[in-house]
């Protein structure tokens, strides 16, 4: 099971936007739930984002709910966290992470099966 999250886009201002995407190689994101949290020190870990395999239904935290967006491009096998209307409190390091269940969990607890590596974000003036 191999897949790898990345930051798209390049300098964040507050109000700006970023994009993230989880690919895979060696076998098909629908068939999974993708999801990410994040982690910023001394505070605990949150799950802001999840799509679930097949239909795809998704799921937000509170906190991100109406400026973030999680979508699938299946013939890319790509999974994208679109993030608009970026605040200084979304900076942290943002985890992606596959669950071979198909399921989300319920926001903003985290729990999956896989997990990439973090990327920093950073939203500042």
């Known amino acids: 099971l191999r897949f790898s999250c990345r930051r798209w886009g390049g300098l964040v201002q507050p109000g700006g936007s970023l994009r993230l995407s989880c690919a895979a190689s060696g076998f098909t994101l629908d068939d999974f739930a993708v999801g990410w949290s994040r982690q910023t020190p001394g505070k605990e870990r949150e799950g802001v984002s999840c799509?679930?395999?097949?239909?795809?239904?998704?799921s937000y935290s509170d906190s991100v709910l109406g400026r973030f967006t999680i979508s699938r491009d299946t013939a890319k096998n790509t999974v994208y966290l679109q993030m608009n209307s970026l605040k200084p409190d979304d900076t942290a390091v943002y985890y992606c992470?596959?669950?071979?269940?198909?399921?989300?969990?319920?926001?903003?607890?985290?729990?999956?099966?896989?997990w990439g590596k973090g990327t920093q974000v950073t939203v500042s003036s």
């Open positions: 799509i679930t395999s097949g239909d795809g239904h998704t």
């Open positions: 992470a596959v669950d071979t269940s198909g399921l989300c969990p319920t926001l903003p607890s985290y729990g999956m099966d896989y």
